[in-house]
């Protein structure tokens, strides 16, 4: 099965290569539009052998890592919070709905302004845009633990704790590793969005300069590269499901 997905894979990204140059020769289009996946190859040794590339994608991990963190963690605490306790989902869900309504990049340029245009504002960018997908599945993981369960827990006098840790936190992990999937991607687009808005550095800056150089190669490496971080984050997240989910799949034999 994995044998067959991995020439699915390998498959399609050939088809689509082939794709690629035919548009190319049949589209007669200039570099400047549409380069021909030779040109962006070329590119992208270019600046692999001047290093330039792994200075912008050491930053941009940095900004997504920290972000993804951050927003993570303040996620858990608020979710389980709301979960928990409905005058706290009345007091913050009107806040926490009304974040989501406004785009990211009318936020960011403020955050930017306000806390410069340094590492600080990108993660914290990344952050607010993993925050909501996170906190909204740790409330439906915490709620979805059947009321049997927990009076099953009172009734063996277990602590807080102990239900936090041997029966909340194992019944909602499905739901919040689902959500956590959807915030390593999106950690990714806020990071670039802040690099977008103001930044010396990082692949959305490496995107801003070859778009005002006419450089549509250097575009098509940052992206590249770009989807391929993200990739390997939700991969990431996917093997951490694998590992922390063996008992899920033990029961269901």
Same mark, same amino acid.
């Given at each position: 099965?994995?044998?067959r997905r991995i020439i699915l ?45 792994y200075r912008h994608l050491l ?21 389980y919070l709301i979960a928990k ?34 590492? =600080?504002?990108? !993660?914290?960018?990344?952050? /607010? @845009?993993?925050?909501?997908? &996170? *906190?909204?599945? +740790? %409330? $439906? ?76 190669? =250097?575009?098509? !490496?940052?992206?590249?590269? /770009? @989807?391929?971080?993200?990739? &390997? *984050?939700?991969? +990431? %997240? $996917? ?15």
């Open positions: 099965m994995r044998s894979l390998f498959a399609s990204m050939t088809g689509l290569l082939i794709a690629w140059q035919l548009l190319i020769i049949f589209g007669d289009f200039p570099r400047f539009i549409l380069p021909s996946p030779g040109d962006v190859l070329k590119r992208f040794l270019e600046i692999v052998r001047d290093g330039s590339l930053t941009t991990l940095k900004e997504v890592l920290l972000g993804l963190t951050l927003g993570v963690s303040v996620a858990t605490v608020l979710g306790s409905r005058w706290m989902e009345r007091l913050l869900s009107p806040y926490i709905v009304a974040s989501q309504s406004v785009p990211m990049v009318a936020i960011a340029p403020l955050l930017v302004i306000w806390f410069g245009p340094g590492m =600080l504002s990108k !993660v914290l960018i990344a952050a /607010l @845009i993993v925050v909501f997908p &996170v *906190l909204v599945n +740790t %409330v $439906v993981g915490v709620r979805a633990v059947p009321e049997d369960l927990h009076a099953l827990m009172r009734s063996l006098q277990a602590t807080r704790w102990q239900t936090l840790r041997l029966l909340e936190i194992p019944a909602a992990l499905p739901v919040f590793l689902g959500g956590l999937r959807v915030g390593a991607t999106l950690a990714v687009i806020g990071a670039v969005v802040g690099e977008f808005v103001g930044a010396d550095s990082g692949l959305g800056f490496l995107i801003n300069v070859g778009r005002g150089l006419y450089d549509t190669a =250097l575009v098509f !490496v940052a992206v590249f590269v /770009l @989807i391929s971080m993200a990739l &390997v *984050l939700y991969g +990431t %997240v $996917v093997l951490l499901e694998a590992r922390l989910l063996t008992w899920q799949r033990r029961s269901g034999d």
